[in-house]
């Protein structure tokens, strides 16, 4: 079946502006994960969804950012007044069901630039 | 609290010959622990990962990994490097009782012709 998707692939926007990242995960997949990737460093973790509520959003650095999951499938990562430093490489993941040890299947980013 | 270290930026092998990328962990629990490689302007993928099962495990592409407790080490292995194994590779702990993954820096493997 169909993997991971995000749109949009690339966002450029301007310092000061709201943007909005989607997230599709595998069908049937309860879990989803939010990461950030900035250049030559590994995924840091944001944000964990299991079903339509964040169990776990201590990784989100400030209040600029949020994420939704209303239906418990399509999630949107949400940033207001976007910084320089927020450019990065947005990864999204999903996995089966709520054991930690699942696999985690990753889609390809949204790599986000801001101005 | 969980940390991982990889001991390598960068590593650098000949085609045919042994790839080891070095991985340590820290952990207040039984952790999980996984690797990851991820290609040029491709996903990450999952290579293999420890679920307090077999200390050894064994991926895909000929890799595996063998959980050290004493060591708290996580080391990647393959015998013999393939020109397509050329990627980043992340060395991944999960915690028990949360969901929090944490990845190391990653590892660039070059191997040589």
């Known amino acids: 079946g169909a993997g991971v998707s995000q749109t949009p692939s690339n966002k450029v926007t301007e310092k000061g502006k709201y943007v909005e990242l989607r997230c599709d995960p595998i069908?049937?997949?309860?879990?989803l994960y939010w990461y950030r990737q900035s250049l030559g460093q590994g995924p840091e973790f944001l944000i964990y969804?299991?079903?339509?509520?964040?169990?776990?959003d201590s990784g989100l650095p400030n209040d600029r950012f949020f994420a939704v999951r209303p239906e418990g499938s399509v999630s949107t990562l949400k940033i207001q007044r976007t910084e320089r430093g927020d450019s990065a490489v947005y990864l999204c993941?999903?996995?089966?069901?709520?054991?930690?040890?699942?696999?985690?299947?990753f889609g390809p980013g949204t790599r986000l630039t801001v101005l | 609290a969980q940390s991982v270290t990889q001991l390598d930026s960068h590593v650098s092998v000949s085609e045919g010959t042994p790839v080891l990328l070095r991985c340590n962990y820290s952990s207040s629990y039984s952790p999980s622990l996984f690797w990851y490689v991820q290609h040029p302007n491709k996903g990450l993928q999952l290579l293999l990962k420890?679920?307090?099962?077999?200390?050894l495990v064994k991926g895909i592409n000929g890799f595996e990994a063998e959980f050290k407790k004493s060591e708290t080490s996580f080391h990647l292995t393959k015998p013999s490097a393939h020109m397509s194994d050329a990627a980043e590779y992340f060395c991944v702990v999960s915690e028990a009782g949360g969901f929090k993954t944490i990845f190391g820096a990653g590892t660039r493997l070059f191997v040589k012709a």
């Open positions: 969804f299991q079903g339509t509520g964040a169990a776990d």
């Open positions: 420890y679920t307090s099962a077999a200390t």
């Open positions: 069908s049937g997949h309860t879990a």
């Open positions: 993941a999903s996995s089966l069901g709520t054991d930690r040890r699942d696999t985690q299947y």
